[in-house]
């Protein structure tokens, strides 16, 4: 069929021509036309834009963003959270100045000041009284004779004692005087007193049981009427800042007497 037939044919058609009904003529037209338009359309030669990754995720998130905008289950859109009541941080309540007041220590409304640190202690061994002092005579024991302090010296040696390696010895001289006129005996050994030094605050010894005549922890004999014998107590220090004896003090234990004597 040339060019001309089909001119004819559908001036044929669309004028009544050919014998078809006029609403089937009317739905044939639509859908040349829209054939025609679709034609027109295709074949432009240019490629599809292809979106970069980060596009497609604003372009997905706005999407997103838009549906769930309309969605009554999710007032906010996708970015709100629904949070219970039970979950929800209640404010912290701040304290009352009725209660800040009676949480101020009492110091504060009496206007004197805490004791630092410490203050307490040092307050309670100052206030404490001492165990009062009593002559060494009385500490062993002793009857119708005076044992009596002669003083003090600090040695490297003492007859055959020697000091362990970095010490010193303490002698403390001790005089037994009978003012009676009758003899005494003496059994120290009986006893075994502990001497336990203080010496000038700093450190405390206890006595050496070193056995020697003249050790006064084991002595044992007789002293005569009117007569004196002279002893010692041995004493080992390990500071070596002591270099003389200012303040010295004792506690005797005899049997289940303690007591306390003080000699300088």
Not at 3 to 21: A, D, E, N, P, T
Not at 59 to 74: E, F, L, V
Not at 190 to 213: C, M, Q, W, Y
């Amino acid at each position: 069929m040339n060019g001309k037939r089909v001119i004819r044919y559908l001036y044929q058609f669309y004028s009544g021509g050919v014998f078809v009904k006029k609403s089937m003529r009317r739905k044939c037209f639509l859908c040349s036309v829209l054939f025609a338009g679709a034609l027109a359309l295709t074949g432009c030669g240019e490629e599809p834009y292809e979106l970069e990754d980060n596009e497609r995720e604003i372009i997905a998130n706005y999407a997103a963003h838009i549906i769930s905008k309309h969605n009554r289950q999710q007032p906010e859109g996708y970015q709100y959270v629904y949070v219970s009541g039970e979950e929800e941080d209640e404010p912290e309540e701040k304290p009352s100045d009725d209660k800040e007041k009676e949480e101020e220590p009492a110091a504060a409304d009496s206007g004197q000041e805490e004791p630092a640190d410490g203050a307490d202690d040092k307050t309670d061994d100052a206030q404490e009284p001492q165990e009062p002092s009593v002559t060494l005579s009385e500490a062993l024991g002793l009857s119708g004779v005076q044992a009596v302090y002669t003083g003090v010296e600090l040695t490297d040696r003492y007859d055959a004692a020697v000091p362990d390696d970095g010490k010193r010895l303490m002698v403390l001289h001790v005089t037994l005087n009978n003012e009676s006129d009758k003899d005494v005996d003496i059994d120290m050994v009986s006893v075994l007193p502990v001497f336990r030094a203080t010496v000038n605050n700093t450190e405390e010894t206890t006595a050496e049981l070193a056995i020697f005549p003249d050790n006064l922890s084991t002595w044992e004999g007789t002293v005569g009427a009117g007569k004196s014998v002279e002893t010692v107590i041995l004493f080992q220090l390990s500071d070596a800042e002591i270099t003389s004896v200012e303040q010295l003090e004792m506690q005797v234990t005899a049997g289940e007497n303690v007591s306390r004597v003080v000699f300088l």
